[in-house]
């Protein structure tokens, strides 16, 4: 979608941490969402922020700054199982499905 | 367990044929979405639903059209497939905006 962007590929190794930026640009924001995308494969949810900071689950965490229009994912601990695409997705107006972005895709390497 | 399911898995058909892709989950959600994948283009909405008879419009809705006769399913038509068409479909369903999207494993559809 025009209006969220995120880098088209990255590649970290086995380990590091990396952090995948989204920018985003709604007329009614609720929430941000971030999917992992396996090749071949279907979306699968990571995470979901409404309020400003950070969420963490694990190795995953994620990062909101509503005014600043703006997320990131940060994966620690990097493994091999991590190369996938990351999507970025909001709804662009209220409750209106969610708009997604083309996707980061990671690459992990040793 | 509850799921998510599309069929075909694969499709391959001919410039304009009439070509139906099936989605039918069992999480008993009110919301359900067609997409389509491509690269570069990244996943593309065209269809979808709030609730029974209720179906609106995507950013990419020419050519296709959906009917929501019950909870469960949400197939997605194409009225006369065309090369622009070949992409990968996901079907995906929601409790409400707030909560995550489910997907379907995809369908393959390639018109030739």
Redesign the interface.
């Known amino acids: 979608g025009q209006n969220i962007d995120q880098p088209t590929e990255m590649t970290a190794t086995e380990g590091a941490i990396v952090q995948i930026n989204c920018t985003y640009q709604t007329s009614g924001f609720n929430g941000l969402f971030w999917y992992q995308q396996h090749a071949g494969e279907a979306p699968t949810f990571l995470s979901y922020n409404v309020l400003d900071g950070l969420e963490e689950k694990g190795r995953f965490s994620s990062f909101l700054s509503r005014s600043k229009g703006y997320s990131y994912l940060l994966l620690k601990e990097l493994q091999m199982k991590d190369s996938a695409s990351y999507l970025c997705a909001v709804p662009l107006a209220g409750n209106t499905p969610l708009v997604f972005g083309k996707g980061t895709r990671l690459s992990v390497i040793a | 367990d509850a799921e998510i399911t599309q069929s075909p898995r694969h499709k391959i058909t001919e410039t304009g044929r009439q070509v139906t892709l099936a989605c039918h989950q069992t999480w008993n959600h009110n919301n359900m979405?067609w997409?389509r994948q491509d690269l570069?283009?990244?996943?593309?909405?065209i269809h979808?639903s709030y609730g029974v008879q209720d179906t609106n419009k995507?950013?990419v809705s020419d050519g296709y059209s959906v009917s929501r006769s019950n909870t469960e399913d949400l197939p997605l038509t194409l009225e006369s497939a065309a090369s622009s068409q070949t992409s990968v479909y996901?079907c995906a369903s929601s409790t409400d905006?707030?909560h995550?999207?489910?997907?379907?494993?995809?369908t393959r559809l390639t018109v030739t």
Request: cysteine-free; charged content about 10%; aromatic content about 24%.
């Open positions: 979405f997409y570069g283009h990244g996943l593309r909405l979808y995507g950013e996901f905006h707030n995550p999207l489910h997907f379907g494993n995809g």
